[in-house]
């Protein structure tokens, strides 16, 4: 995808972007390269691979979820910034807070907030078992997204915490997600969910699929949840 394709594909689903967040996302494409080479950020590292695989993919969620208002977004394991930071970028009056375990990752991420000279983000270093039971970050947040982390009725653990009551947990899977909501259909429900869309769609030009899964958090998730770290991968609510 070069930048021609990526700003038409954008404005073909309304997001728009001006000269200032292209510079962005190219600053953005120049550090996660730089960085990449002291550490490892991500195997996808070709200009037009990044900006299809990382960047465009990322903004997916701006096309199926709103995010024109200011909201509160927490992204559990976003790695090298997905999909939150791009989402920042096209949608800048979003609050975002980044949870990794990985501290060499928080460093990344601070030093590329600085350069692109964005407010209202936070880097959190630590486990999302143990970050969704703290009061400052339980049950805050009006969204809460996780891209490609954990099956489903893993991730519903480590994510249902941190959104408040009426908020929601969108999760961006690769394929097709069916069989994976079959399996986490009692893990959603017990921590306090409900499924309300799954959108299945294929990128632009290289055609692979992707589905966002949008679910609502219509009660509060009980105490025991989340369990401790490790816990939700080695038996997953079932």
Same mark, same amino acid.
């Given at each position: 995808?070069?930048?021609?394709?990526?700003?038409?594909?954008?404005a073909?689903?309304?997001?728009?972007l001006s000269?200032?967040?292209?510079?962005?996302?190219?600053?953005?494409?120049?550090l996660?390269?730089?960085?990449?080479?002291?550490?490892?950020?991500?195997?996808?590292?070709e200009?037009?691979?990044v900006y299809?695989?990382?960047?465009?993919?990322?903004?997916?969620?701006? !096309?199926?979820?709103?995010l024109?208002?200011p909201i509160?977004?927490?992204?559990?394991?976003?790695?090298?910034?997905?999909?939150?930071?791009?989402?920042?970028?096209a949608?800048p009056?979003?609050d975002?807070?980044?949870?990794?375990?990985l501290?060499?990752?928080?460093t990344?991420?601070?030093h590329?907030?600085?350069?692109?000279?964005?407010?209202?983000?936070?880097?959190?270093?630590?486990r999302?078992?143990? !970050?969704?039971?703290?009061?400052?970050?339980r049950?805050?947040?009006? !969204?809460?997204t996780?891209?490609?982390?954990?099956r !489903?009725?893993?991730?519903?653990?480590?994510?249902?915490?941190f959104?408040?009551?009426?908020?929601?947990?969108v999760?961006?899977?690769?394929a097709?997600a069916?069989?994976?909501?079959?399996?986490?259909?009692?893990?959603?429900g017990?921590?306090?969910?409900?499924?309300e869309?799954?959108?299945?769609?294929?990128?632009p030009?290289?055609?692979?699929?992707?589905?966002?899964?949008?679910?609502?958090?219509?009660?509060?998730?009980?105490k025991?949840?989340?369990?401790?770290?490790?816990?939700?991968?080695k038996?997953?609510?079932?």
């Amino acid at each position: 995808m070069n930048l021609d394709q990526f700003q038409s594909e954008l404005a073909k689903n309304g997001i728009v972007l001006s000269e200032e967040q292209l510079g962005q996302f190219q600053r953005y494409f120049e550090l996660l390269v730089e960085w990449n080479e002291k550490m490892n950020l991500t195997a996808i590292t070709e200009q037009e691979e990044v900006y299809m695989k990382h960047f465009y993919d990322s903004l997916t969620a701006g !096309m199926y979820v709103d995010l024109t208002k200011p909201i509160r977004i927490c992204d559990i394991g976003a790695g090298a910034g997905f999909p939150s930071i791009p989402l920042k970028i096209a949608f800048p009056q979003l609050d975002i807070t980044i949870i990794d375990s990985l501290n060499k990752r928080i460093t990344f991420l601070n030093h590329l907030a600085s350069e692109l000279k964005l407010e209202h983000v936070q880097f959190v270093h630590g486990r999302a078992e143990e !970050m969704g039971r703290k009061p400052e970050h339980r049950e805050q947040y009006d !969204m809460v997204t996780a891209r490609a982390v954990a099956r !489903m009725s893993v991730l519903s653990e480590l994510c249902l915490p941190f959104v408040k009551t009426g908020g929601t947990f969108v999760a961006m899977k690769a394929a097709s997600a069916a069989d994976e909501m079959e399996a986490a259909a009692k893990a959603i429900g017990t921590l306090g969910g409900k499924k309300e869309e799954v959108f299945s769609f294929r990128l632009p030009i290289e055609n692979s699929e992707r589905t966002i899964i949008v679910v609502r958090k219509e009660k509060e998730t009980p105490k025991k949840y989340p369990r401790k770290p490790g816990t939700p991968n080695k038996t997953p609510i079932e």
